[in-house]
Nanobody, 124 residues
């Protein structure tokens, strides 16, 4: 198994930036494809972005493309989500997830492991 712990959430004004981190422990981090999802109050959990084990390929939801950037440091067992130009609609709990099968996926059901989430609130 792999354990995931998110950090870096908080309150920010619209137009501001935050960087989320997801630290992993357990099995070899570099074997996993990783993703970020988010869930706003009263809404389903939505895909945000995914990254391959090497970090060479990423896939973004249209709603965050050009504003968010995912990266990973396998030596530190950490994946990051840099969020710029934040909007009020980005307010949500952000979850890190890991998938132990090859291929990027936007589907919640394809991820085996989840963190506890970190709250991001964007004030307008």
């Amino acid at each position: 198994q792999v354990q995931l712990v998110e950090s870096g959430g908080g309150l920010v004004q619209a137009g501001g930036s935050l960087r989320l981190s997801c630290a992993a422990s357990g099995r070899t981090f570099s074997n996993y494809f990783l993703g970020w999802f988010r869930q706003a109050p009263g809404r389903e959990r939505d895909f945000v972005v995914a990254i391959t084990w090497s970090g060479s390929t990423t896939y973004y939801a249209d709603s965050v493309k050009g504003r968010f950037t995912i990266s990973r440091d396998n030596a530190k067992n950490t994946v990051y989500l840099q969020m710029n130009s934040l909007k009020s609609e980005d307010t949500a709990v952000y979850y890190c997830a890991a998938r132990d099968k090859p291929g990027l996926s936007t589907s919640i059901s394809q991820y085996n492991y989840w963190g506890q989430g970190t709250q991001v609130t964007v004030s307008s």
